[in-house]
C-alpha cells in the first residue's frame, strides 16, 4: 500500500496542464541531473515542499536552507528512497553552499500571514528577507529558474527583479511568482461546483497573487459547466481570492496555508524542470515579466522550456464579468509591484 501511494504522489506531480506533457513525462533513468534548492526548507510550507521534492524523480540533488532547523529537515527528509541526494545547510554562512550549481531555486522563506493580517502587513519583514536571498542567487547561481512563494508575491517578485538587475544578473525569463495555488483552489472550487471530477478540470487564473488581483478565468474553464449561473461564479471567483483567509480563519491562528501551498509549488517546480529538460507543451500560470498588460508583471499563462519562460501567452477572450474584474485589479496590482520596486531601491 505504501509503494502505491507514493506511485500516486509522484504520477501527480508529473502531471501538468496538457495531457500530452503527462506521456512524455522522463522517468529518473532517462534525466538529466537537475539540483533543487529551497530556501526556507524548515518552515510550514518548506517541510512538506521538501518532501514533495524528494519524491520528484526529476531532482538528482535537493539541497535545504533555512536559518535553523535544517539539519533534522534534511536527515529525516533523506532517508526516502528515491533519487535524489539530501543536503541540509543551516544559517547565513552556507547559504551559498546550498545555492551552488542549483537549476531551480524554490523560495518559500518569511513569516506566515496571521488572522487579521493582510499580505501587505507581511511585507516588511518578508521583503528583507527576500532581498537578502536573493543577492545571495545572483552570486552564487546566477542562471537558476527562481521559483518565488514568500508574500507578497505581487511584490516580492518586482523586488527579486530589481536586486538582479543591480547584480548585472536579471533574466525575465527565470523569475517566476509562484500563483499555482490559486489555479489549484479555482479547480477544486470549480469541479465541486460544476459536478464534474476534478482531474480533467483546467482554470487559467491571470493577475497576482492576493485578494482581487486573483482573476480566475472560469469563462475559459474546461470542461465547461453551462449549469453556472453568474451568482455561482461570481462566488466561485471571491473564493478562490479569499482561499488564503479561509485557511487562515480555519487554523485559528495556528497557521496559513502550508500544506496546499507546497503542492502547489511542488507541482510549479515540476513544470519548470520538465521545461528545462525539454519536455515540448508546459504551460502554467505564473506571476513574471509581461506585456499582456500594461502592468511591467502580471501572471497569466506561460509556456516553460529550456530557458524558463519560452511564451507569455495572452489573455484570451473574457466573459463581461472578467472584464470588470480585470479593470478593478490593475490599480492595486501596479501599487503593490509599484511598492517592491521602491523597497529594493531604498539603500
Request: hydrophobic share 40%; net charge positive; charged share 20%.
Amino acid at each position: 500500500m505504501r509503494t502505491a501511494m507514493m506511485k500516486s504522489i509522484r504520477s501527480s506531480l508529473q502531471k501538468s496542464s496538457s495531457s500530452a506533457t503527462i506521456l512524455r513525462s522522463y522517468s529518473s533513468d532517462s534525466a538529466p541531473e537537475r539540483k533543487v534548492a529551497i530556501l526556507g526548507a524548515a518552515g510550514g510550507i518548506g517541510q512538506p515542499l521538501s518532501l514533495l521534492m524528494k519524491l520528484n524523480p526529476l531532482v538528482s540533488s535537493l539541497s535545504l536552507y533555512d536559518i535553523a532547523g535544517t539539519p533534522g529537515v534534511a536527515a529525516d527528509v533523506s532517508h526516502i528512497n528515491t533519487r535524489s541526494e539530501v543536503v541540509g545547510y543551516m544559517g547565513d554562512e552556507n547559504l551559498g553552499k546550498a545555492l551552488e550549481g542549483a537549476d531551480v531555486v524554490i523560495i518559500p522563506a518569511g513569516v506566515p500571514r496571521k488572522p487579521g493580517m493582510t499580505r501587505d502587513d507581511l511585507f516588511n519583514i518578508n521583503a528583507g528577507i527576500v532581498k537578502g536571498l536573493c543577492t545571495a542567487i545572483a552570486k552564487y547561481c546566477p542562471h537558476a529558474l527562481v521559483n518565488m512563494i514568500s508574500n507578497p508575491v505581487n511584490s516580492t517578485v518586482p523586488i527579486a527583479s530589481e536586486v538582479f538587475k543591480k547584480a548585472g544578473t536579471y533574466d525575465e525569463k527565470r523569475l517566476f511568482g509562484v500563483t499555482t495555488l490559486d489555479v489549484v483552489r479555482a479547480k477544486t472550487f470549480y469541479a465541486g461546483k460544476a459536478k464534474v471530477p476534478v482531474a480533467g478540470v483546467n482554470v487559467p487564473v491571470v493577475g497576482g497573487h492576493a485578494g482581487v488581483t486573483i482573476l480566475p478565468l472560469f469563462s475559459q474553464a474546461t470542461p465547461q459547466a453551462n449549469n453556472l449561473s453568474d451568482e455561482e461564479i461570481v462566488a466561485l471567483t471571491k473564493r478562490t481570492q479569499d482561499g488564503g483567509t479561509e485557511v487562515v480563519e480555519a487554523k485559528a491562528g495556528k497557521g496559513s496555508a502550508t500544506l496546499s501551498m507546497a503542492y502547489a509549488g511542488a507541482i510549479f517546480a515540476d513544470a519548470c524542470l520538465k521545461g528545462l529538460n525539454g519536455v515540448p507543451d508546459v504551460v502554467e500560470c505564473s506571476f513574471v515579466q509581461s506585456t499582456v498588460t500594461q502592468l511591467p508583471f502580471f501572471a497569466s499563462k506561460v509556456r516553460l522550456g529550456k530557458n524558463g519562460v519560452e511564451e507569455v501567452l495572452g489573455l484570451g477572450s473574457l466573459s463581461d464579468y472578467e472584464k470588470q474584474g480585470l479593470e478593478a485589479l490593475l490599480p492595486e496590482l501596479k501599487s503593490s509591484i509599484e511598492k517592491g520596486i521602491k523597497f529594493a531601491n531604498q539603500s
